[in-house]
T-cell receptor
């Protein structure tokens, strides 16, 4: 069955430090992969997506993610975190189930940023 | 930019009430979705629709129904609200495979 695992429930980093959020997926075919961010009390905003081609994907707000097929991973990175990056981050995989396209989400990683 | 608008940010309803959550998108997307979000569980798909008057059950449809009479509007209905339906409800739309979803701001529903 398709699934997405985000191993870290909470992560705390200092402002200016680098960040890596982990995501592992289980899907038989070539996946479509996404990262979303949710600020408190808000809906989800798309940070970046991977369909095919270059395995390093650039997104908004200075984020990037790397698709590694051999590890079934799609980790999100940022070289220098800002206090405004404190939010919850969701990894998702696009699947085909019953003939329909759907996104399956991980449980999320909550990021706290210390000054 | 695509906009997905959920009519209410916060709702408080009583147990047993019939509750309607409304969602409207303005970009002629075929696909619309309802999720609920609970701490530690991420987003779980309740229902989705790929066309007008068409609906499909997601992973947790029990206690819910939906209506899609017009392409731009997708309504989630709680037939008889219960306290375990207290949650954040998120509506999303997309134009098709691989394009990702655009989400509304969410409706936080409390059932008392």
């Amino acid at each position: 069955a398709q699934s997405v695992t985000q191993p870290d429930i909470h992560i705390t980093v200092s402002e200016g430090a680098s960040l890596e959020l982990r995501c592992n997926y289980s899907y038989g075919a070539t996946p479509y992969l996404f990262w979303y961010v949710q600020s408190p009390g808000q809906g989800l905003q798309l940070l970046l997506k991977y369909f095919s081609g270059d395995t390093l994907v650039q997104g908004i707000k200075g984020f990037e993610a790397e698709f590694k097929r051999s590890q079934s991973s799609f980790n999100l990175r940022k070289p220098s975190v800002h206090w405004s990056d404190a939010a919850e981050y969701f990894c998702a995989v696009g699947t085909i189930s019953g003939g329909y396209n759907k996104l399956i989400f991980g449980a999320g990683t909550r990021l706290a940023v210390h000054p | 930019d695509v906009k997905v608008t959920q009519s209410s940010r916060y709702l408080v309803k009583r147990t047993g009430e019939k509750v309607f959550l409304e969602c409207v998108q303005d970009m002629d997307h075929e696909n619309m979705f309802w999720y609920r979000q609970d701490p530690g569980l991420g987003l779980r798909l309740i229902y989705f629709s790929y066309d007008v008057k068409m609906k499909e059950k997601g992973d947790i449809p029990e206690g819910y129904s939906v209506s899609r009479e017009k392409k731009e509007r997708f309504s989630l209905i709680l037939e008889s609200a219960s306290t375990n339906q207290t949650s954040m409800y998120l509506c999303a739309s997309s134009s098709g495979e691989g394009y990702g979803y655009t989400f509304g701001s969410g409706t936080r529903l409390t059932v008392v």
